[in-house]
């Protein structure tokens, strides 16, 4: 079975805080894909990045950094010195190599609220 | 510019009434997904197509229907037959359905049924 864990329900941080979303995921699958999606008040998931199961590198795009470790199954997001902006929902997803039409394994998503 | 559109943002509608809700996209997409938002669940899959005229159930299908007659329209019925049918639902497309391809969405219609 698949499944991805996001065991924070809700964060709220200070404008310049650093904060981390946390991302476990289960599969049997030896090949696979991570992904975040940003998902603002306007409803629209925007997708923020994909990773696959043989590259371990960490990742960093701006105030935006993700952390992969296979031997914890985790996949956390940090957002460095967080904005407005950066309020929303955000959601980790799995994908497995082998499976049906492209399915999308979704957690249940963060809500992060930043405060000025 | 290209994109997602699903249309409308709202709707509402009586117990026991069927209604479609619409997605085009012109990515040129040949794969076609709709999921079902509810607070706290995160998102699950209805239906996906991967190709014209073939589609097929996900995980929450019963009471929903979907034809793939274009590539560039994925619309979605649902039926009287759902138990539940007020949720937020999201249309998405990938180039194709590939493990490694990333879903775009559209902006989602939020669906009100009382």
């Known amino acids: 079975a698949q499944k991805v864990t996001q065991a924070q329900t809700e964060i709220s941080v200070v404008e310049k805080e650093d904060v981390t979303l946390d991302c476990v995921y289960e599969t049997r699958d030896t090949t696979y894909y991570l992904f975040w999606y940003k998902q603002p008040p306007s409803g629209e998931l925007v997708f923020l990045i994909r990773r696959n199961s043989f590259d371990e590198q960490n990742e960093i795009s701006g105030r935006y950094s993700w952390n992969f470790q296979k031997s914890t199954s985790s996949f956390n997001f940090t957002i460095t010195a967080s904005q407005v902006v950066d309020s929303a929902v955000y959601f980790c997803a799995l994908r497995a190599f082998y499976n049906q039409g492209g399915k999308l394994i979704f957690g249940q998503g963060t809500e992060l609220s930043v405060k000025p | 510019d290209g994109g997602i559109t699903q249309s409308p943002k709202y709707l509402f509608r009586k117990e026991g009434q069927n209604v479609t809700l619409s997605c085009e996209q012109n990515l040129n997409h040949d794969a076609m997904y709709w999921y079902r938002q509810d607070p706290g669940q995160g998102l699950r899959l209805i239906y996906y197509s991967q190709i014209v005229n073939d589609f097929q159930k996900g995980d929450i299908a019963e009471g929903y229907s979907v034809s793939r007659e274009k590539k560039e329209s994925f619309p979605l019925t649902v039926t009287s037959a759902q138990k539940n049918p007020t949720a937020f639902y999201l249309c998405?497309?990938?180039?194709?359905?590939?493990?490694?391809?990333?879903?775009?969405f559209g902006n989602g219609t939020r669906l009100t049924v009382t």
């Open positions: 998405a497309s990938s180039i194709v359905a590939g493990a490694d391809s990333p879903l775009h």
